[in-house]
């Protein structure tokens, strides 16, 4: 047995300690006060917060920027730039990066690009959901080679386990470049409200194509969360933003062999909700919050809602019914009428894809009176893009059960857990009217003769549609053709779909065997 000695073993322990506390320095004390005074967490507070105390593991904390050329040969930042670990987040395993402005403002260079692409595969292997922190100028130039191999790389492993882990991506500040594309990829994307992502900043944008555009107008948080869709979640800060994604996966399973957690619910799974009398008119046009009627019926009134401010018509999120988790999507009548648009079809679609892909059941909750129709929506491929919601319900597995709440017609009618498409359970209020399309569209074609023989044709046809609708879209008459279940009390809606999902526990379908369909995008 060789000697030992424990000065030497000591010196080296000593001089590991040193560098590692380097390295945890980050980019400086001048960097990270100015990242304090810009309002934003530095990549290490993100991780200390995110992570249970004391169990975060940190990952190649000593590698070293690989750049030669351009100078990068004389420059070490701290852990290249980017921080790599795994711990528990509420006692589950969750691999995490973060980003960190503070050493080259973030950007991706090849050990960099390598150490976010090793924990990724890391979680997939493993089978945890693996979160990002972003914050980067994009691309580090002086690598730019060996950078376009790391991006193809992270956007292969991004692609390849979706649908395998959950993989949710946080927007803490501005991303730029290249590195946009990855949380483009990944199930969610959070954005701090002084966020922003854009492929190509300001100054670029106004070199190469000529136009003038502030940070805010070409990427900001606000843009993202309404108009492009890009941003599902908004926080106020990255305290908020950690906290928010804590509870997004809360709700979700590690991965996709196993089920979501249930926790155990104080709300009874008979409650009775009275208050739905009040919520929902009578009347099917006249408008209301369809936000109430969730607020009601599911778990102590919690609702993880997702893409809240873009195509606002539709609703989708999460929530509990007896402590388990479930995804809802809902039309909205008090957002141009619960129509279905390209964006609201196209949000949906992708939804119902994520809880098929991680064995969350869906309810659907439907008052709706059609996809809109007319030439800006034909303009956006409104065959092509409102085919995406008939592909994902039809193809979705797991447990459906369907609440027609109000109008209910033609090809929307179809598209929202209809039994056509196979939902497993489907409910309708008395409210509900179910028909092709809506008794003024009917009458205006299978009465035109008959309206054109009267002197008072308005009176005429506004009885025949009342006399249309009374019989034939009354929901007696949809339920006397099996398009629904049962026609329930809506203060009894929790209680059936509490009982409807005890039934469906050990739901089992088989798909055709495929490679993968090929959904229309």
């Avoid at 739905?276 to 369809?290: A, F, G, K």
């Avoid at 509990?320 to 995804?327: E, I, L, N, Y």
């Amino acid at each position: 047995m060789a000697d030992s000695n424990p000065e030497q073993m000591m010196a080296k322990v000593d001089l590991v300690k040193r560098r590692r506390a380097e390295i945890e320095h980050m980019g400086g004390e001048a960097r990270v006060e100015a990242q304090h005074k810009a309002g934003r967490l530095t990549a290490r507070e993100r991780l200390e917060f995110f992570f249970d105390p004391g169990t975060f593991v940190e990952i190649d904390a000593f590698a070293r920027c690989t750049g030669r050329d351009f100078g990068m040969d004389k420059v070490n930042p701290a852990a290249d730039g980017v921080i790599t670990g795994y711990g528990q987040v509420s006692g589950r395993t969750v691999a995490a990066f973060a980003q960190d402005f503070t050493c080259i403002g973030g950007t991706m260079g090849e050990m960099h690009g390598k150490k976010i692409a090793k924990i990724t595969e890391m979680a997939g292997d493993w089978g945890v959901p693996c979160i990002g922190f972003h914050e980067s100028g994009g691309a580090r130039l002086q690598e730019f080679l060996a950078v376009s191999r790391e991006y193809g790389n992270l956007f292969y492993l991004n692609s390849i386990y979706s649908g395998v882990i959950p993989q949710i991506s946080a927007m803490c500040g501005v991303v730029a470049g290249g590195q946009t594309y990855s949380p483009g990829l990944t199930d969610f994307v959070f954005m701090t409200r002084n966020g922003a992502a854009f492929i190509a900043g300001p100054a670029l944008v106004q070199a190469m194509v000529g136009e003038e555009i502030s940070v805010d107008d070409l990427g900001g948080t606000k843009l993202h969360s309404t108009v492009s869709g890009v941003c599902h979640v908004v926080a106020e800060d990255d305290r908020d933003c950690i906290e928010k994604i804590k509870d997004l996966l809360s709700y979700l399973p590690s991965n996709n062999r196993e089920k979501p957690p249930r926790i155990k619910s104080d709300d009874s799974p008979d409650r009775t909700n009275e208050k739905l009398y009040q919520i929902v008119p009578t009347s099917s046009t006249t408008p209301y919050d369809m936000h109430k009627v969730i607020y009601e019926i599911v778990d102590g009134g919690r609702f993880f809602e997702i893409h809240k401010d873009y195509a606002r018509n539709m609703v989708i999120g999460l929530a509990r019914f007896d402590g388990q988790s479930v995804g809802i999507v809902a039309n909205n009548p008090s957002v141009q009428a619960g129509t279905i648009t390209t964006k609201a079809a196209e949000k949906a679609a992708r939804f119902i894809r994520f809880c098929d892909a991680f064995n969350i059941p869906i309810v659907y909750l439907v008052a709706t009176p059609a996809y809109l129709i007319g030439s800006e929506m034909e303009r956006e491929g409104m065959i092509f893009r409102g085919a995406t919601l008939l592909y994902a319900t039809s193809e979705a597995t797991v447990p459906q059960i369907t609440v027609n709440i109000g109008l209910a017609y033609a090809g929307a009618f179809i598209a929202m857990g209809s039994k056509y498409l196979k939902s497993d359970v489907v409910y309708a209020w008395p409210t509900a009217e179910i028909g092709l399309v809506a008794a003024e569209g009917v009458v205006n074609v299978v009465f035109r003769k008959e309206i054109a023989q009267v002197e008072d044709q308005a009176a005429e046809r506004k009885k025949r549609e009342e006399e249309f609708r009374s019989t034939f879209m009354d929901i007696m008459y949809p339920a006397s053709y099996q398009h629904v279940d049962d026609i329930i009390d809506p203060k009894d809606t929790r209680r059936r779909i509490v009982q409807s999902l005890k039934a469906l526990e050990k739901k089992k379908v088989e798909l055709p065997w495929k490679k993968h369909g090929n959904s229309p995008l």
